[in-house]
């Protein structure tokens, strides 16, 4: 199987898992796993300046990015906060196991397809990056559900006394003489 069929075979199927989503589940998660896109796609821009890794194959129209930050990886994050949001610590194990088997043994298949070429970064490097990364993540979708508000773990509700202008009583204006 060539490289680009494998790449390309990749990102279609994991777009016709989410067929499997719940529309509410998709509408929930896509603001975060698009957000993870962008993180990742920094990361990676950032990874390849830094000369960490190089990607020697990709996609068309995708010339330095693997195209499975879009495929594989954004629709992994929809299934993940599905199956262990509000559970941090079995979000963190879930993704530090995916992400050990997406380094060892994947990435190590990759270099050998020649698709992707590790340089200046250790296995133990990329898994503190990818911990961070899924750290992050979490912490933006509990930011986007109104979870991570300071005021809200203090139970502090600063709305309740605001009014908007049209919902106030008129004031009295006749002053008696």
Not at 19 to 43: C, H, N, Q, W
Not at 85 to 110: E, G, Q
Request: net charge neutral; charged share 15%.
């Amino acid at each position: 199987m060539s490289n680009q069929t494998l790449l390309w075979s990749s990102f279609i199927i994991s777009w016709l898992s989410v067929i499997f989503l719940k529309k509410e589940d998709l509408k929930r998660y896509m603001p975060v796993a698009l957000f993870g896109a962008l993180l990742s796609t920094i990361i990676i821009e950032a990874g390849t300046t830094l000369n960490w890794w190089s990607t020697k194959e990709t996609v068309f129209p995708l010339i330095n990015m693997p195209i499975f930050i879009y495929g594989s990886f954004l629709v992994g994050i929809l299934w993940i906060f599905k199956f262990s949001y509000k559970r941090f610590w079995l979000f963190l194990a879930t993704n530090a196991c995916i992400d050990l088997i997406l380094i060892i043994p994947l990435d190590n298949w990759f270099v050998r397809r020649g698709i992707l070429e590790l340089n200046n970064i250790t296995p133990l490097q990329m898994l503190f990056l990818s911990i961070v990364h899924a750290t992050l993540l979490y912490s933006y979708q509990l930011w986007q559900e109104g979870e991570a508000s300071p005021f809200k773990r203090l139970n502090v509700n600063l709305s309740s006394n605001v009014q908007s202008a049209a919902s106030k009583p008129l004031r009295d204006d006749h002053d008696e003489e």
